[in-house]
């Protein structure tokens, strides 16, 4: 189902989750992996003075600096690669214009990503609790192809996700969220549960028969808007009733053991600020398992390559790529 996966990391000496986790996939897929670094820069004008990735001290990249970089990675994952067909990226520019860059060009399958980045503290940025990255957001609200988030490395058992819990709230999001849901169970014999939330009103007029009402309403719901989907595939209807469905999309992925949660970003189809919306955010930084979030194509910002193509550095933008196995 994935054979081109591109994993974004930005570290370089040291694993991060996010490659750890995509080299096991592409090792169980027999996948193409491509690893994507862009050098960090403080500079909105000119994207190739950045901090060297050892010293700290800033500096003008060159050629034989992204080439370093690029054995480094090299090094650092070779464990992991080992066996691998893989390409290894440094560049210059910003991250989120980068990964989509590189996810055109190649017609990536999957999009791996930390929530955050993992030098905030380096970087004087403040991680705020329940929000993902403004990178993660960025390549949420404009990918087609789905992103996957971790926050920890994911187990290889996990990898074969035997079981899988997709949240549904009846958007267009959603209903990309359970088409791509349904085609990943079929591929991995997936045992896939159905999660809707029924937001419960937060004072005690609202009766355990109401509940129940509600949730035979839901359920019907539920099979006349999706079954038709999941034709063929292994799966049963989650309702619960909460105020908060981070919450309980998180503790019934917990109580169920899942490897893998799905969940539809809430782009907004009208000018506004785009955003993936506060559930996928929180998930996606809390969870213990991998979470992928699919966005809905006809939500998307416009994404003109040509737009970008000059990152303040001239027409000869900087960009290293090492092939490997």
């Known amino acids: 189902m994935f054979n081109r996966i591109i994993a974004a990391t930005d570290i370089v000496a040291t694993g991060d989750a996010p490659v750890i986790s995509a080299a096991r996939m592409a090792r169980q897929q027999t996948a193409r992996l491509y690893m994507l670094h862009v050098m960090e820069s403080a500079s909105t004008e000119n ?30 994952y070779k464990d992991d690669l080992s066996d691998i067909r893989h390409e290894i990226r440094v560049t210059a520019g910003y991250p989120w214009e980068e990964i989509l860059r590189w996810a055109r060009e190649i ?7 930390g929530p955050h980045s993992t030098r905030v503290e380096e970087k004087e940025v403040i991680r705020v609790a329940g929000r993902v990255g403004s990178t993660v957001e960025n390549v949420v609200t404009r990918e087609t192809c789905p992103v996957m988030v971790v926050n920890r490395p994911a187990l290889k ?27 990943l169970a079929r591929q991995y014999r997936s045992r896939l549960l159905v ?55 998180l503790t019934c992925g917990g109580e169920n053991n899942v490897d893998l949660i799905i969940m539809g970003s809430h782009t907004k189809e009208k000018p506004g600020k785009w955003y993936p919306g506060s559930a996928v955010e929180r998930v996606a930084y809390r969870a213990a398992c991998p979470a992928v979030v699919v966005t809905d194509p006809e939500a998307l910002t416009h994404w003109d390559l040509s737009v970008s193509a000059d990152d303040g550095e001239g027409k000869d933008r900087l960009i290293h790529v090492f092939s490997g196995t």
């Open 47 to 76: 994207r190739r003075l950045v901090r060297h990735f050892e010293t700290g001290e800033e500096m003008i990249a060159d050629a034989d600096y992204a080439h370093a970089v690029g054995q480094t990675l090299e090094k650092t």
């Open 157 to 183: 058992d996990q990898l074969r996700f035997q079981r899988v819990l997709v949240a549904v709230d009846f958007s267009r999001s959603c209903e990309c969220a359970i088409c791509f849901a349904a085609e």
């Open 195 to 249: 999660f809707h939330m029924i937001p419960v009103p937060p004072f005690p007029k609202y009766t355990r028969n109401d509940y129940t009402a509600d949730a035979a309403h839901a359920k019907k719901r539920l099979e006349s808007f999706y079954e038709g989907y999941l034709d063929g595939t292994d799966h049963r209807y989650l309702i619960k009733a909460g105020a908060m469905p981070h919450l309980e999309i």
């Open 107 to 113: 017609e990536t399958d999957l999009v791996v990503m």
